[in-house]
C-alpha cells in the first residue's frame, strides 16, 4: 500500500533545524561515510537545451537509518536573476516507500555553514584570533553562527559589496551578530591578517587571490552552483594543501579543481584529506607552511542526514 510522505515547508524546516544539533550530525555522517555506512555517489547535473539552467541531483544512502534520500535543485536562468529552489525527498530502504518532503532551502544553508565548520574546527590553527567573512548573505551569517565559538576570536571581519549600498538596518542589524564583528570597507581590509577566511558568496568567479595574502590561512569556498564557479583563481590549487568535504564527488565538480586540472598541472591525487578521512583520524592536519583551501560542493547525504532529523523529530 502507497504512503503520503510527511511535508515540511520553509518555515517548519527551520523551526525544526533550531531544534537539532546540525555539526554533531554531519560530523557522524563524516564518520558513517569513513566506516562504509553511507553512501555516497556522484552529483548529478541535468543540463536545460540552451543554457536555460540546470537541475543538480544529490543522491545518498544512511544504512543505519534505513533511509535513501535525493535533493534536486534547479537552477533556472531568468532576465532578473537565476531562480534557485531545492527539495529533498527521503523514502525507506525497507519498504519502498516516501517518508519525507521537505523544502531544502533551510537544509541548504545550514549544513553548507556547518560543513565548513567542522573543516574550520579540524583544520584552523589551535590559536587563530582573526576571522575574515567574505559575504554578508544567509549562507555568509550562518557561517558565523557555527564558527563564532570554534577558536578564540579576537576580530572578526566581514565584507560583502553588498555592503556600500546596504541600508542602516541591515548593517546595524549584521554588527549584531557577534560583539567582535566589524563590518570592513574593503575586501583586502577584511583579509588583512587573517588566519581563517571563510569565502561565503554567490560568485562565479575568484573573489580573493591567495598570493595577495599576508600569511598563510584557512580558506574555505563553497560557492554558487553556476558551471563551474570558483572563489580562487585554479592555478593557485597548486600552492596550496587542498582539502574537501569528499574526494570520491568534489574534484569532478568544483569548478576552480576542474579547470587546475585541465590548464594548470593541478592533480586531484594531491588532496591531502576530506571531513571522512579528518574525522577518522586517517588525514593528516596542515603545518601551515602554506595556505591551506577546503573547498566543499555539499553533499546530498548531508541534506538527507538533516531532513532525517526532521523527520524523526517532526514524528
Known amino acids: 500500500m502507497s504512503t503520503t510522505p510527511l511535508v515540511i515547508d520553509q518555515a517548519q524546516a527551520r523551526t525544526l533545524l533550531a531544534q537539532v544539533d546540525v555539526p554533531l550530525i554531519l560530523r557522524k555522517l563524516f564518520r558513517d561515510l569513513a566506516a562504509g555506512q553511507a553512501v555516497q555517489p556522484a552529483q548529478q547535473l541535468v543540463a536545460f537545451p540552451d543554457g536555460a539552467g540546470d537541475f543538480i541531483n544529490y543522491l545518498g544512502v544512511l544504512a543505519e537509518d534505513g533511509v535513501y534520500g535525493v535533493k534536486t535543485s534547479p537552477y533556472i536562468v531568468r532576465e532578473q536573476g537565476p531562480l534557485v529552489t531545492a527539495w529533498t525527498l527521503l523514502m525507506s530502504m525497507h519498504s519502498g516507500q516516501p517518508l519525507l518532503l521537505c523544502d531544502a532551502a533551510e537544509l541548504t544553508t545550514a549544513r553548507t555553514a556547518a560543513a565548513t565548520a567542522l573543516a574550520v574546527d579540524a583544520l584552523a590553527p589551535a590559536a587563530a584570533q582573526r576571522l575574515a567573512i567574505i559575504g554578508s548573505g544567509k549562507v555568509a551569517q550562518a557561517h558565523l553562527h557555527y564558527v563564532q565559538n570554534l577558536r578564540y576570536w579576537q576580530q572578526i571581519r566581514l565584507y560583502s559589496p553588498s555592503l556600500g549600498s546596504a541600508s ?38 575568484p573573489v580573493i587571490d591567495p598570493s595577495r595574502l599576508s600569511k598563510p590561512a584557512l580558506i574555505t569556498s563553497i560557492s554558487t552552483n553556476a558551471p563551474r564557479a570558483h572563489e580562487v583563481p585554479p592555478h593557485c590549487l597548486n600552492q596550496m594543501h587542498v582539502f574537501c568535504d569528499y574526494r570520491q564527488t568534489t574534484p569532478d565538480s568544483a569548478g576552480e579543481m576542474l579547470i587546475a586540472s585541465e590548464r594548470h598541472g593541478w592533480d586531484k591525487r594531491t588532496i591531502v584529506g576530506d571531513l571522512p578521512e579528518l574525522f577518522s583520524d586517517m588525514a593528516q592536519r596542515p603545518d601551515y607552511d602554506r595556505h591551506v583551501f577546503f573547498r566543499s560542493i555539499g553533499l546530498g547525504l548531508e541534506d538527507i542526514a538533516l531532513a532525517n532529523a526532521l523527520y524523526q523529530r517532526q514524528r
Request: charged share 20%.
Open 168 to 205: 542602516a538596518e541591515t548593517r546595524a542589524q549584521l554588527a549584531s551578530l557577534d560583539p567582535r564583528l566589524s563590518l570592513a570597507a574593503s575586501c583586502e581590509a577584511a583579509l588583512e591578517d587573517a588566519d581563517v577566511i571563510l569565502l561565503c558568496t554567490s560568485s562565479a568567479g
